[in-house]
């Protein structure tokens, strides 16, 4: 299962509206701001490989379809 859109370090959209989704972030201020979004060995191991992820919830209908086409959805994770 994927995780959710990065969030605030202890919190999702879904638990609090405030929340702040992140459209773009590098690897080191996701690591670096502690957000949750995934283990921060898995963050490190993709910054090391210069592995882009894009973050986003599976459950939002046509987000997939979305992400493929390169439109606006979710957080992408760069160097």
Do not use: W
Not at 1 to 7: N, R, S, V
Not at 17 to 25: G, N
Request: charged share 30%.
């Amino acid at each position: 299962m994927l995780p959710p859109p990065i969030t605030t370090p202890i919190s999702t959209p879904r638990r609090d509206p405030r929340a702040q989704r992140y459209s773009r972030i590098s690897f080191d201020e996701a690591i670096a701001r502690n957000l949750k979004v995934m283990d921060a060995t898995a963050l490190t191991l993709c910054r090391d490989q210069k592995l882009p992820i894009n973050v986003f919830s599976i459950f939002k209908k046509d987000a997939l379809r979305r992400v493929v086409l390169g439109e606006d959805e979710g957080t992408l994770v760069h160097v």
